[in-house]
């Protein structure tokens, strides 16, 4: 729990007495200036501003960007420089009355007060940052050494968290919105590039001709065409990166892992597995009818074929796995078995607590597998690692959003265990490609 030393040393100059009247006001406060001279007036009461958190007596300044009195204003400082405040919870509907005197009993309700009087968690210095402004390095380097002990010791916290906020909540549609050009081209991208496997793909997708293993080989390609050219640069806007760690981002593996994770999640494990893109038939549909009239793509005499077979209700179906690694496909059992667990494993990890697909975990753990600072020589490694630390960030408060405290944190360990088993995935299949070259 926060400490309240700070509060109870600002409660002892509380105006207020035990029946809430105001008492000892300094005769400042009821003084006015008539002419450049102090005049008391002789009845009226001066003005006095309250807390709008807890009623007390408030400071005469603006606290990180809200109005609060001392002790208010401490809780808001320490709960954000400990971030205790993400595991604050209520237990009574987060509508707690906060008063003078009840304001220490629900730290939930207390801190959404902060928010709501226009506190602003970003105005809080970090304590390295509090060092590098009023110079307090001595003092700070002092302290440690009286506290290394006591830090030693585990504190006792909450397991439960705040809720998943609005502004989070559009960071995750941003991301989505960022994705979207992804599910867009690739059809038409296909077919400019490699007419033949874009028809064998699409006649794959209506179940009218097995998938040819190196045109499917060819759209992974394409798919990460479009996602370095087009997704990974909107996912690097405003990050401060030199040229040359852009470069090794979009050319290196991080980009390749990141989009082979994505990838997975769209390949049937067996017949009887549903198709995970929502809305997949009408999303094919739309891209084959845009391609009727392009002019730019060749064979549309076949195409308004396929599309006739699509408005007459053809299923549409993503391939399966064994569709796209067959017995053998990699000379060696050990390998092949091992690809296809970790490919299982994939697959149940973005599942929500119905056990139903959660698209937004697939967006926001390839975009940890991205911005991974390990195995790459980045010129500026911190950069990176900010990075991918504001997305796993993210991604812990959105899961928590989702599932009860011990689903959650072992969603998340999860998560942190397949960034390493993607990159050996990745690997795995990246060797078998260059025995077969």
């Known amino acids: 729990e926060v400490s309240d030393k700070e509060e109870n040393n600002d409660e002892n100059q509380s105006c207020f007495d035990s029946e809430g009247a105001l008492t000892n006001l300094s005769p400042a406060r009821s003084s006015v200036i008539v002419s450049g001279k102090i005049k008391k007036p002789a009845s009226q009461k001066p003005l006095i501003d309250l807390c709008p958190i807890c009623g007390a007596l408030a400071g005469k300044h603006i606290y990180y960007g809200g109005k609060s009195c001392g002790p208010c204003r401490a809780f808001f400082r320490r709960s954000v420089q400990s971030k205790y405040f993400e595991i604050f919870h209520c237990k009574s509907g987060e509508n707690c009355t906060i008063e003078h005197d009840s304001r220490k009993k629900c730290q939930f309700c207390r801190f959404k007060k902060c928010l709501e009087a226009g506190m602003r968690t970003a105005w809080v210095l970090s304590e390295e940052q509090r060092n590098q402004r009023f110079n307090k390095l001595t003092k700070l380097k002092t302290q440690n050494s009286k506290?290394?002990?006591?830090?030693?010791?585990?504190?006792?916290?909450?397991?439960?968290?705040?809720?998943?906020?609005?502004?989070e909540q559009k960071s995750i549609e941003e991301l989505h919105q960022k994705f979207k050009f992804h599910q867009q081209t690739w059809l038409k991208t296909l077919l400019l590039q490699n007419k033949d496997a874009g028809l064998n793909v699409l006649e794959a997708l209506l179940k009218i001709a097995p998938i040819k293993i190196q045109n499917f080989r060819y759209l992974e390609d394409i798919f990460h065409l479009i996602f370095t050219r087009n997704i990974v640069p909107k996912l690097l806007e405003n990050a401060d990166l030199p040229t040359k760690d852009i470069g090794q981002l979009i050319n290196g593996q991080n980009s390749a892992i990141s989009h082979m994770f994505k990838l997975q999640q769209f390949t049937k494990m067996n017949q009887t597995q549903n198709d995970r893109i929502p809305d997949f038939d009408c999303k094919v549909t739309k891209q084959v009818s845009e391609l009727v009239d392009d002019k730019a793509v060749d064979s549309t005499e076949y195409i308004t074929e396929l599309l006739s077979r699509l408005e007459v209700g053809a299923g549409v179906s993503m391939p399966t796995y064994t569709d796209l690694y067959p017995e053998h496909w990699a000379m060696d059992k050990e390998v092949e078995d091992?690809?296809?667990?970790?490919s299982r494993r994939i697959q149940r990890w973005p599942t929500d607590a119905d056990n139903k697909f959660d698209y937004p975990l697939v967006l926001l753990l390839s975009v940890i597998l991205l911005f991974n600072p390990d195995h790459n020589p980045l010129v500026t490694r911190s950069v990176m690692t900010n990075l991918q630390s504001?997305?796993?960030t993210l991604l812990q408060r959105y899961i928590r959003s989702k599932l009860d405290t011990e689903a959650a944190n072992a969603k998340f360990i999860e998560a942190m265990l397949l960034l390493s088993v993607a990159r050996e995935m990745w690997n795995l299949s990246r060797h078998h490609q260059q025995l077969n070259m």
Not at 149 to 164: D, G, N, Y
């Open 147 to 167: 506290n290394d002990s006591a830090r030693s010791q585990p504190l006792a916290i909450s397991e439960v968290h705040m809720k998943f906020t609005i502004e």
């Open 338 to 342: 091992r690809h296809k667990e970790i």
């Open 390 to 392: 504001k997305y796993l």
